[in-house]
């Protein structure tokens, strides 16, 4: 969701003809794109602000966006009084007003919802992956999670803003679109004849698409994994066989307190229709460790499930008590140094199941959508149908096909290798 309201800011640049630069020293402008569901990297805005003010040059027109900024609101200016705006994630179309009149300081940080879908300029250039929003906000008030304070309550965009939004990416570059949404498998949209639109009735329409290769969509709640939407994965080849369904704690109890009221048979239920559909389709999950009265042994049942389901490409992260939420009031808060052993563990357990995954598709051909060079300059970096990262040695003749059979040769933990089947 980030990088896609960042693209965004920087296409609001892009059209007033700035251009970026990687040196802060450099710049006319500087915007710090933030995220407060975890606090560390809440934390770190305040400090990386300090050092903007003093790196940059004395008249350039500096702010924050995103989550951290609608959560520290009017107090961010007096952290940084040489802030010239703070907007919050639903209100960083206003930034043209601070370009306009760079005298002028900007708050808002209202939660306004789907009014900034309307107001930002057109698109006029998609990148190969093309990020979609939509739906804004979430319903589902876990209680570890500022989501809903940051973001507010959950609104679906209508089924024609999001295809107009998804014929012009894929007329302008997008090969792979992402439907994005804080909780994107209950998009929902009711229009004014009474007809009901699901993001299955968006896959649908997408796949029409010759441009369009590729399809994916995150993050989905499990519950909302709704049959006409399993069915897309047996019947639309364009979607893609990986999807993150988040299920946070194999532990009934933890489930509970965190207010995701589904079971584990639930849950592994969904991933045999899943498995039914589209017998190759990998699963992906998010998992907080430490989550307030976790014990060992709801911990077990956390390693348990991820080797059960057998998940690839997952993240883990500490629990974290932030500002708003239930959890960060609940008794038997865990220490951190539990936290922190708890979380090497399941990494370590995640990583050996990538590992054994990565080496099974040892000589397979994969379609796969190239993604740019890798850190070296030297290979060519792809993203497997599963979302793994695969180097190819550059071809001959300098060519980097944008989708390209590729032989797998070999697999580690991280990435996998191979080498172009027509070349
Ligand atoms: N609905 C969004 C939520 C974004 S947060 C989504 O599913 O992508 C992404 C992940 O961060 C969550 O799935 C959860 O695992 C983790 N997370 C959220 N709040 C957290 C907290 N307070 N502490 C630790 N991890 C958290």
Same mark, same amino acid.
């Given at each position: 969701m980030n990088v896609y309201d960042s693209w965004r800011i920087a296409a609001m640049l892009d059209a007033r003809d700035m251009i970026a630069t990687n040196d802060v020293a450099d710049a006319d402008i500087i915007i710090l794109n933030t995220c407060s569901v975890r606090e560390k990297a809440t934390n770190k805005v305040f400090s990386e602000l300090g050092r903007i003010r003093d790196t940059k040059k004395p008249d350039a027109i500096f702010g924050i966006v995103g989550c951290v900024a609608r959560e520290a609101g009017a107090n961010a200016f007096h952290r /940084?009084? $040489?802030?010239n705006f703070v907007l919050g994630p639903q209100s960083y179309h206003k930034l043209p007003m601070i370009l306009d009149d760079p005298d002028t300081r900007l708050l808002n940080i209202d939660?306004? +919802?789907? $009014?900034k879908f309307d107001e930002l300029p057109q698109m006029t250039h998609a990148p190969v992956v093309s990020y979609i929003p939509i739906q804004e906000g #979430?319903?589902? #008030?876990?209680?570890? #999670? /500022?989501v809903p304070y940051t973001r507010g309550r959950e609104i679906s965009r209508s089924f024609d803003d999001v295809m107009r939004d998804t014929t012009t990416a894929a007329k302008t570059g997008a090969v792979e679109i992402c439907f994005l949404g804080q909780?994107?498998? +209950?998009y929902k949209y009711t229009d004014e004849n009474g007809k009901t639109f699901k993001l299955s009735d968006l896959i649908r329409a997408t796949a029409q698409?010759? $441009? =369009?290769q590729r399809i994916r969509f995150t993050s989905s709640y499990p519950t909302e994994m709704t049959d006409d939407l399993i069915e897309m994965f047996a019947?639309?080849?364009?979607?893609? @066989?990986f999807l993150n369904m @988040? =299920?946070? !704690?194999? !532990?009934p109890d933890v489930l509970e307190r965190m207010n995701r009221p589904y079971s584990l048979d639930g849950y592994l239920e969904i991933i045999n229709k899943l498995r039914n559909a589209r017998p190759d389709i990998q699963i992906s999950s998010d998992f907080i460790v +430490?989550?307030? +009265? $976790?014990?060992d042994a709801d911990f077990e049942q956390t390693l348990d499930i991820a080797r059960r389901v057998r998940y690839i490409n997952s993240y883990s992260f500490k629990y974290s008590p932030r500002p708003h939420t239930a959890a960060a009031l609940m008794p038997n808060q865990v220490p951190e140094n539990i936290k922190r052993e708890r979380l090497a563990i399941l990494d370590n357990t995640l990583n050996e199941i990538q590992r054994e995954f990565n080496e099974t598709c040892i000589n397979k051909v994969l379609i796969c959508l190239y993604e740019g060079a890798d850190k070296t300059g030297r290979h060519l970096l792809y993203r497997t149908p599963y979302m793994q990262q695969c180097i190819v040695a550059k071809p001959k003749d300098g060519t980097a096909p944008t989708m390209a059979e590729i032989k797998i040769t070999a697999a580690n933990r991280a990435s996998l290798r191979g080498k172009f089947v027509l070349y």
């Open positions: /940084i009084p $040489e802030l939660l306004t +919802g789907l $009014e #979430c319903n589902h #008030c876990c209680t570890y #999670c /500022i909780n994107v498998n +209950g698409m010759p $441009e =369009i019947v639309e080849p364009k979607l893609l @066989p @988040p =299920i946070q !704690s194999g !532990s +430490g989550f307030p +009265g $976790e014990t």
